[in-house]
Nanobody, 119 residues
Framework: QVQLVESGGGLVQAGGSLTLSCAAS????????MGWYRQAPGKQRELVAA???????NYADSVKGRFTISRDNAKNTAVLQMNSLKPEDTAVYYC?????????????WGPGTQVTVSS
């Protein structure tokens, strides 16, 4: 069974930093794109950052210059380094991965990790 598990969320003051990690467990798959999404109360889930298997990245305008996404293809992990955090970054952050397995590609989601930024 394939699972994504996030870690690293928590409470931080504005201006601080947090590092989120995502690990894919299981066997018999390869990972195409990976990304981080977030959902704040009362708002839709939105893309924060994404990275292809080749290392090309894409960021939401609101986090450009503050967040950095990276991945380790050998370990099936992705990391979101978040700096200069703002109260508006408060949300549940979800890891997403497009996994190729058994001839098909399917999107997987982690359970989410809470990030709270206090002013």
């Amino acid at each position: 069974q394939v699972q994504l598990v996030e870690s690293g969320g928590g409470l931080v003051q504005a201006g601080g930093s947090l590092t989120l990690s995502c690990a894919a467990s299981g066997s018999g798959f390869s990972i195409n794109g990976m990304g981080w999404y977030r959902q704040a109360p009362g708002k839709q889930r939105e893309l924060v950052a994404a990275i292809t298997s080749g290392g090309n990245t894409n960021y939401a305008d609101s986090v450009k210059g503050r967040f950095t996404i990276s991945r380790d293809n050998a370990k099936n992990t992705a990391v979101l380094q978040m700096n200069s955090l703002k109260p508006e970054d408060t949300a549940v952050y979800y890891c997403n991965a497009a996994l190729f397995r058994w001839g098909t590609t399917r999107s997987y989601w982690g359970p989410g990790t809470q990030v709270t930024v206090s002013s």
